[in-house]
């Protein structure tokens, strides 16, 4: 089965390596569409490592602004031109997998096609580092383990999606996919290593410009104009801890319905779960 992820990236240098190397392990292909890097990111493509899997490479010219309108469309189009079996949108900070341990994002997918299903939900998962920094090309899973379950109201991560269905991502901001929708009965894993460390925390957002057009539309809300001291990371007793980085089971039981950087202050379910802990074992 053929299976393409689809990439845009724009100075990804410290996440792009581990991303490509998870979906060569995973038997996925990849387009990489090039959104105006000035900082090498994309001369990792021409290592044999990572050209071996790369079926396309695109140009999206930046003009200084974050216009994901701009980038949807141009997925897909890249999309439209490779014509794969199933394609996925991803974002280079993004490692997508199934909740079935030990088994392949190709397999799984292979699995869902089989049963008739037509896309794929992913819940997210917000890994965050407290104890240690994010390592750029790693060996492997990124050893993060702190994290939360990002899951609002309605949330959707469908970033799977077979082709041929008439299925798109247009007219939205890639979180859904519209026509002859036929969701497979599981959801997948979407690990978000947002942040690098702390500093990277501070700056992320600091200086983006969002299009005036996708503010008015209420995207990107919870990332323009926000406090930088929000963006310190919470104390580990407000997250979840996978028991070892590789676990891909991860536990969602106490979803989030904002991003930590907008969570009120005082005790959450997940406080209180530590804390009964250590008071009762």
């Not at 021409?46 to 050209?51: E, I, T």
């Not at 901001?173 to 290593?193: I, P, S, V």
Request: hydrophobic residues 35%.
């Amino acid at each position: 089965m053929d299976i393409v992820a689809v990439l845009c990236v724009r100075n990804e240098l410290g996440y792009l390596a581990n991303c490509l190397s998870h979906l060569s392990r995973n038997g996925i292909k990849y387009a990489v569409i090039d959104h105006g890097s000035t900082d090498g990111s994309l001369d990792l493509l021409a290592q044999p490592r990572f050209a071996k899997d790369l079926v396309g490479r695109w140009n999206l010219p930046y003009n200084g602004l974050f216009e994901l309108a701009r980038q949807i469309d141009k997925k897909e189009q890249c999309i439209s031109e490779l014509k794969p079996d199933w394609a996925i949108h991803q974002d280079a900070d993004e490692v997508l997998h199934s909740r079935v341990e030990g088994e392949s994002l190709c397999d799984a997918i292979a699995r869902v096609d089989k049963s008739g299903a037509n896309a794929i939900n992913f819940d997210e998962f917000v890994f965050l580092p407290v104890d240690q920094p994010y390592r750029p090309d790693c060996d492997g899973w990124q050893p993060l383990r702190w994290y939360y379950y990002y899951h609002p109201p309605k949330h959707k991560l469908i970033r799977a999606r077979k082709e041929g269905c008439g299925l798109t991502m247009e007219r939205g901001t890639g979180h859904t996919l519209y026509g002859d929708l036929h969701l497979a009965g599981e959801e997948f894993a979407l690990r978000h290593y947002l942040f690098r460390d702390q500093q990277h925390a501070y700056s992320k957002y600091a200086n983006r410009r969002f299009s005036a057009a996708e503010m008015k539309q209420a995207w990107h809300l919870d990332r323009h104009a926000q406090w930088r001291k929000r963006f310190k990371f919470p104390d580990p007793s407000l997250l979840q801890v996978a028991e070892h980085a590789s676990k891909q089971a991860l536990d969602r039981t106490y979803p989030k319905v904002e991003h930590y950087w907008r969570w009120s202050a005082g005790l959450d379910s997940i406080r209180l779960r530590h804390l009964l802990r250590i008071l009762f074992g």
